[in-house]
């Protein structure tokens, strides 16, 4: 698994279990060099919809239930999940996004 063929949307976990969405690459040349994260939860509470199947629930239970989903999805893709150490062993620096600033995706709709 070549990790210089990271593109946005491709997903990172760390060592603790989180997933990560990439959101942004930094190339020089034909290098990556580095990725931006944002936390997958985070991203899909801003790209799910409330439905009444959900309307007793807490917006939580929806948006894990989706996060879930994507995972899954990608799993049965065969596109793999990169591990946050691999990466910074490969020398790819890795980047979160700050939520309390515009988010690097905000002018691209859905």
Not at 10 to 34: C, F, P, Q, S
């Amino acid at each position: 698994m070549s990790m210089q063929h990271i593109v946005a949307s491709d997903l990172v976990r760390d060592e603790y279990g989180n997933y990560y969405e990439v959101v942004g690459t930094h190339i020089e040349g034909d290098t990556l060099k580095a990725l931006e994260v944002s936390n997958l939860y985070f991203e899909k509470s801003f790209q799910v919809q409330m439905n009444d199947a959900y309307k007793d629930k807490p917006v939580g239970v929806l948006v894990q239930e989706h996060m879930n989903a994507y995972i899954e999805a990608i799993e049965k893709n065969n596109r793999p999940i990169y591990g946050i150490r691999d990466l910074m062993v490969n020398k790819i620096k890795v980047y979160a996004v700050d939520v309390t600033k515009p988010h690097p995706k905000r002018n691209v709709t859905v």
